[in-house]
């Protein structure tokens, strides 16, 4: 099993950009693919993205691509989500997972959840 402790949310003015860490331990990360998940007040929990574990190969929601860029450092045991134009509706919670099978668009393809941060985007 490995733990997962998401960090970097907060409150942020619309256009602007953070920076989401997600550290792992208790196993090594390296060979895993991660997912980033966000889930708002009252909607379903969303796939933002992926990041597999060889390459760097990822993939992302049509509602963030070319504005979310995942990346991972193996070394560190960490991956990350940089998010730029952020939008009021980017407001979520949001989640990194380590991707067991299935679709990765599911989240019912992953175990081993983070507690999730907080963002908000306001407008």
């Known amino acids: 099993q490995v733990q997962l402790v998401e960090s970097g949310g907060g409150l942020v003015q619309a256009g602007g950009s953070l920076r989401l860490s997600c550290a792992a331990s208790g196993r090594t990360f390296n060979s895993y693919n991660v997912g980033w998940f966000r889930q708002a007040p009252g909607k379903e929990r969303e796939f933002v993205g992926v990041?597999?574990?060889?390459?760097?190969?990822?993939y992302y929601a049509d509602s963030v691509k070319g504005r979310f860029t995942i990346s991972r450092d193996n070394a560190k045991n960490a991956v990350y989500l940089q998010m730029v134009s952020l939008k009021p509706e980017d407001t979520a919670v949001y989640y990194c997972?380590?991707?067991?099978?299935?679709?990765?668009?599911?989240?019912?393809?992953?175990?081993?959840w983070g507690q999730g941060t907080q963002v908000t985007v306001s407008s």
């Open positions: 997972a380590v991707y067991d099978s299935g679709s990765y668009y599911y989240g019912s393809s992953y175990n081993d």
């Open positions: 990041i597999r574990w060889s390459g760097g190969v990822t």
